[in-house]
């Protein structure tokens, strides 16, 4: 069984995972006639942050046009936390990137397995979804800097390998907050007679973003998910090591628009660790937010009044304060657990790809060549480009899913901007309590609408290489995590047993 | 020019309204002009498994236990911007500099002289002088950037680019005050002349060992002053302070971690002091380093001390800090001053080994490596070292001296180790009322010792360690002083 052999990385030995700790009883107590040697399970955590600002004048990922990098607002970050039970390592990193693509995501998966020998499947890496954020992956007409990918890479496997390194002697306990204020689902049905014309040509039951105090606003498509789950992590003497959480909200936003921030997920990084008195400490806090379903969700209250415009990065550090607000609220009355036990389970799936068939292509063709150029600028335009785009793609796309228990607490990751009724289905059907899921992860495969919000059409349903995935995708979806929940659940009833 | 015009109908008309009370001020120059100032840090932490340089191992970076910066201050009286980027490297090649420097320039128009870049000297980062080991003493001027060169240059320029975007209105002031007690000149004249890697004796042992029998007394002075530079807005929030300590470096760092030494921790430490913590525009604190060739943080009269991992660090970087902050209340801000800079090049000679040093090189090599040493544990380096400076290095190399004229406040750069009696000679002959030195700036050719430190020997006056001719420091002194007066 020896494991260390396989590494070749070029970094210093580190202890591996899987290291159970053997101590005796008379270590730990002080006796001196005990006999008999005990295992005592020993569970450790580290975490740490590693920086991924893009360079000035490289694009900026999050709206149809490209636009490129002028000032830094805030510095971005891959943020790292590893989990140890003494048998089994999990990694988590959330990066500060709208979408983040597979390749990028599996070489870095490969760097810090190789430092560290946890197992790819035991890591998860996700995007927040910040708008104000280097280019990634592909999106409308930003492309990402090959240079800037390959940095990524490296950054988020450096983040592992010093979260592990940071690894420590730890306890650990979650809870789920409420925070329903800061969260509406952005679709809307309007009354009849509105018209909600798509860039295809054709009509739409349901509006995005249908403005502030419209008048023709129905009612929304769709629910939220109000939750604020947080796992929190301290030394044995109680100091905060990093706090993971999570909320379905797609991002704040009120950015200039050549300007790097890490939006609200940065800024709750920086208020939690405020909150739990954990600035300047030997070993940094790390705060973690990571991203819910919350493909349909925002935080733009449009049955509400219209309220007059805010200075930039105003209204991200609200919501920041509000949500670690109510974090706190929930990490103070924490039970931590000394040990439990850790388990992971990935299964890819192939899923069909909605491509275009001769007409569409035509049609988009005709609307190209007839564009003013060079950058497309209607939304027509747009999505004629994307039908070219996506007219080379595969009939089917592999698609990766992945569950993670911790303790009687399940995550599942999704790659995909995922609906919150999905979310909200996995939730309740999930047979751990609780449970949260994490969006944008392992890789980027679009939109996750329902097959019943496709029925409605809208943008998140307009096909483009941000919405290709096939309309049964998401039963499919919902069906295999809940098949990697069943079974973390049946392996860890055997391990209790 | 439309805040200009305002702004000084503003200065009128306060003026005026003050008439009867006192006497008006005496009209000055810079009273039309809005004095700004922005402030920027860039991340500049190397990707784990990158070699550490600072000694003579170079172990792959295995952990970061602090983040490493290039800490940017761009100050403007309304016609000059200059810039200070301070960044946590142990040493820069000029090459990279210049690229940065022409990077900016591009960008911002700025001219390369108004840009002062140096490294603190930490000796827990990565190389930036084109490649590790052997090859970061060969000639690298004019071979393309490799690629933590090339990505220091950028976020560097980056750094300033964003320093220029936060530029506002703002108060600057200046001070000093004295921090001795951390400062040892490292350099001991001996009871015994110690032999060196050429297999030459030298007077001075560097490092001699704490509590070492032989000591006689140390080989030079220190520079107990610490300089600070503050600039805050109008409303009187900090916007940054950089300071300027002539202390080698600190270490305790564990082999393989990443760290910017006590260099980044008083910056820490000043801005917890300034209460300017969570600012929503982030104040910046710097610490650059003076002339500390020869003066490190090891009283070796004393018995060893020892501390845990980068507890000392915090110790020197906590009273340095302090000491700034006493100064700093008592420090009066100015509305505006005027800025200056200027920049030369002198020609320097290439030290070259002697003939009976090449043929002791050769010997040395030609030993295995079991062999019992000749001379010294170090001399199949020194060997491999001159050889390769004989092979690559040209007979003449131009090197940059650089000075800042900051109001009455003068600033001069150095792209050497410098030894301290030269800042301080420096401090003493400048025709400003304030002075301080900012030592591998702008490039980085070794140490500088003085002429009479390299008739004492010793690891600085090393060829290898030192690269340019026994004279420079004189003409660089000289040079300098010509730049000062040229400012005023």
Redesign the interface.
């Known amino acids: 069984m020896d494991i260390y052999s396989k590494i070749k ?4 030995f ?1 202890p591996g995972c899987l290291s159970f700790l053997l101590c005796t009883a008379s270590t730990l107590f002080g006796q001196t006639n005990s006999t008999a040697p005990a295992t005592v399970k020993v569970f450790r955590a580290g975490a ?1 942050t ?2 991924i ?1 893009p ?2 004048g490289t694009s900026i990922n999050g709206l149809f046009q490209d636009r490129l990098v ?3 607002h805030d ?1 971005t970050h891959a943020r790292g936390l590893v989990l140890d039970d003494g048998q089994t390592c999990l990694a988590i990193v959330v990066m500060d990137l709208c979408a983040a693509s597979r390749e990028m995501i599996d070489k870095a998966k490969a760097r810090a397995h190789k ?1 560290t020998n946890i197992p790819l499947e035991n890591i998860l890496i996700s995007a927040t979804h910040a708008h104000s954020v280097g280019t990634a992956a592909p999106l409308f007409q930003s492309n990402p800097d090959p240079a800037y990918v390959d940095f990524l890479s ?2 988020a ?2 983040a592992i ?2 979260a592990f ?2 690894r420590i002697p730890a306890r650990i306990g979650w809870a789920v907050g409420q925070e329903p204020t800061q969260v509406f689902n952005r679709r809307w049905k309007m009354k009849p007679g509105t018209p909600m014309p798509n860039p295809f040509g054709g009509q739409d039951q349901v509006k995005m973003n249908p403005g502030v105090a419209n008048p023709a606003l129905l009612e929304p498509a769709g629910p939220t998910d109000p939750e604020v789950p947080v796992i929190s992590i301290q030394s044995l003497d109680s100091t905060p090591i990093a706090v993971l959480a999570n909320y379905s909200l797609h991002y704040v936003g009120g950015t200039p628009d050549n300007e790097i921030s890490a939006d609200y997920y940065g800024l709750f990084a ?1 208020r939690i660790r ?1 909150l739990l008195g954990a ?2 400490q ?1 070993i940094p806090f790390v705060g973690m937010m990571t991203n819910g379903t919350s493909g349909d969700i925002n935080n733009v209250n449009v049955a509400g009044k219209k309220n007059p415009p805010e200075a930039p ?1 105003t209204h991200m550090r609200v919501v920041a304060n509000i949500v670690a607000a109510e974090a706190y609220k929930a990490i103070v009355n924490i039970r931590y657990q000394n040990w439990i036990s850790l388990a992971a389970f990935q299964k890819e799936i192939s899923l069909g790809v909605r491509k275009p068939d001769k007409k569409e292509i035509k049609r988009a063709q005709d609307i190209v060549s007839n564009a003013k150029g060079p950058a497309m600028n209607t939304s027509e335009e747009v999505y004629a480009r994307e039908t070219l785009l996506m007219k080379d793609y595969p009939d089917h796309v592999p698609v990766i899913l992945q569950a993670f228990r911790i303790g009687d607490l399940a995550i599942t990751a999704i790659p995909n901007e995922v609906f919150v009724e999905i979310g909200l289905e996995l939730k309740a059907k999930s047979p751990f309590k609780p449970t949260f899921n994490i969006e944008l992860a392992n890789g980027y495969n679009g939109y996750l609408p329902t097959p019943a919000q496709h029925k409605l059409g809208g943008y998140e349903t307009w096909r483009a290489r941000s919405s290709y995935l096939e309309v049964e995708a998401a039963p499919k979806i919902t069906e295999t995590l809940l098949g990697l929940l069943n079974k973390l659940k049946t392996s860890h009833t055997e391990l209790s047993n | 020019m439309r805040t200009v015009a305002v702004s000084y109908f503003s200065v009128l008309l306060a003026c005026s309204m003050n008439v009867h009370a006192q006497t008006p001020p005496a009209k000055s120059s810079g009273q039309d002009k809005v004095f700004r100032a922005g402030a ?1 840090t ?2 500049i ?1 190397p ?3 990158t070699p550490i340089v600072g000694n003579f191992v170079e ?2 970076a ?3 236990h602090d ?1 490493l910066h290039a800490r940017c201050l761009v100050l403007d009286d309304g016609t000059t911007q200059l810039a200070f980027v301070i960044v946590d490297n142990v040493g820069i090649n000029q090459e990279v500099f210049d690229e940065a420097k022409h990077q900016i320039h591009e960008r911002t128009g700025l001219p390369e002289e108004h840009l002062l870049m140096s490294a603190v000297h930490t000796h827990s980062a990565t190389s930036a002088a084109g490649g590790s080991g052997i090859r970061r003493g060969g000639w690298n001027i004019g071979k393309s950037l490799d690629e933590y060169q090339s990505f220091l240059a ?1 976020r560097i ?2 750094g300033v ?2 320093a220029i ?1 936060n530029l506002e209105p703002a108060r600057i002031g200046w001070g000093s005050g004295k921090v001795p007690q951390h400062l040892f000149n490292r350099r001991w004249k001996m009871k015994e002349p110690v032999m060196n890697p050429f297999g030459e004796k030298d007077i001075v042992k560097m490092n001699p060992g704490i509590r070492n029998p032989d000591l006689l007394e140390p080989a030079g002075s220190t520079d107990p002053q610490v300089s600070f530079i503050s600039v805050e807005s109008t409303s009187g929030r900090p916007i940054a302070l950089l300071g300027n300590y002539s202390l080698h470096y600190v270490g305790g760092v564990p ?2 971690d990443i760290s910017a030494d006590y260099f980044a921790v008083f910056a ?1 430490r000043i801005q ?1 002091l300034l209460k300017a ?2 600012q ?1 525009r982030p104040f910046v604190a710097m610490m650059s380093n003076g002339t500390s060739g020869d003066v490190n943080n090891i009283n070796v009269r004393e018995p060893a001390e020892t501390y845990p991992p ?1 507890a000392k660090m915090r110790i020197v970087a906590d009273d340095v800090a302090k000491e700034v902050f006493r100064v700093y209340k008592t420090m009066h801000y100015q509305a505006w001053v005027q800025l200056k800079a200027a920049q030369s090049q002198l020609t320097l000679g290439v030290r070259r080994a002697t003939p009976e040093m090449l043929v002791n090189a050769q010997k040395i090599l030609a030993r295995p490596d079991t062999a019992k040493p000749l001379f010294h544990s170090l001399e199949k380096v020194y060997a491999e070292r001159i050889l390769l400076m004989q092979q690559e290095w040209p007979d003449k190399i131009d090197i940059k001296l650089q000075t800042f004229r900051i109001g009455d406040l003068g600033v001069a750069a150095i792209p050497f180790e410098v030894f301290t009696e030269t800042g301080l000679e420096i401090k003493a002959k400048s025709p400003y009322k304030s002075t301080f030195t900012i030592e591998l700036a702008n490039g980085s050719y070794g140490y500088l010792p003085t002429p009479e430190q390299h008739e004492l020997g010793g690891y600085e006056t090393w060829l290898g360690t030192n690269k340019v001719e026994k004279n420079a420091s004189r003409k660089i002194v000289s040079e300098l002083l010509a730049l000062f007066s040229s400012l005023k």
Do not use: C, M, W
């Open positions: 990385f070029n970094l210093r580190l740490a590693s920086n600002t360079k000035i002028q000032n830094i510095e430092a490296d950054r496997a450096d390998i010093r390194h940071n920086s405020e600035d300047k030997a990065y | 920027s860039s991340n932490t990707p784990l498994g172990p792959p295995t952990q970061i983040e950028r320029s980056d680019q964003v975007n082999t393989g820490d917890e913590d969570r929503d980068y």
